[in-house]
């Protein structure tokens, strides 16, 4: 039940009902309260990251990732702590914090992820490294061409748009 309830907050946040996802989201986090299990907690403490996140409050969804990345460390959960410092150098793009965004991706780029996280960082990282006026590193492939073998669609899409925007920023068409 907490896990559909978190479930419906993200999806309430991603049509953009946030009373819905609100209250989705208290009623999981009260529930997880009473609860031992540090796993489901964690789902829970993403999840509220990932409402924030597609509400706009960039600065909730900061405190969130930096709460969850210690308690994915202590699970052993090594793609939950992959995913709570990418979600985390997202939500200080939002805060507008493109330094250490760029510091977290860059921990992400080297600490060998699974395979579905590297285009999500690729993208991410050039889309921060053209906030900041970096030029694009020629060793680097594009980050339209790290595709992962299995493409998910929206991912892919947002992986898509954090590309492009780099590559807008840089002044190409993405064709080159």
């Known amino acids: 039940?907490?896990?559909?309830?978190?479930?419906?907050?993200?999806?309430?946040?991603k049509i953009g009902d946030a009373a819905a996802a609100r209250a989705a989201i208290d009623c999981a986090t009260r529930g997880a309260g009473?609860?031992?299990?540090?796993?489901?907690?964690?789902?829970?403490?993403?999840?509220?990251?990932?409402?924030?996140?597609?509400?706009?409050?960039f600065a909730q969804a900061e405190t969130s990732f930096r709460a969850a990345i210690p308690e994915a460390q202590a699970l052993?959960?090594?793609?939950?702590?992959?995913?709570?410092?990418?979600?985390?150098?997202e939500a200080l793009l939002g805060c507008g914090q493109h330094a250490e965004a760029r510091e977290h991706l860059r921990a992400l780029t080297r600490s060998g992820n699974p395979s579905n996280l590297d285009r999500m960082v690729a993208s991410r990282s050039a889309f921060v490294e053209a906030l900041l006026g970096m030029k694009p590193d020629p060793k680097r492939p594009p980050p339209r061409d790290a595709s992962p073998p299995e493409r998910v669609g929206l991912l892919e899409a947002w992986n898509d748009l954090f590309a492009g925007a780099a590559e807008s920023l840089w002044g190409r068409d993405g064709r080159e």
């Open 34 to 57: 009473t609860l031992p299990d540090h796993r489901l907690s964690l789902n829970v403490r993403l999840a509220a990251g990932m409402v924030a996140h597609f509400l706009g409050d």
């Open 76 to 89: 052993g959960d090594s793609q939950f702590v992959s995913f709570s410092k990418l979600y985390l150098a």
């Open 1 to 13: 039940m907490i896990l559909a309830l978190s479930n419906e907050a993200t999806l309430s946040a």
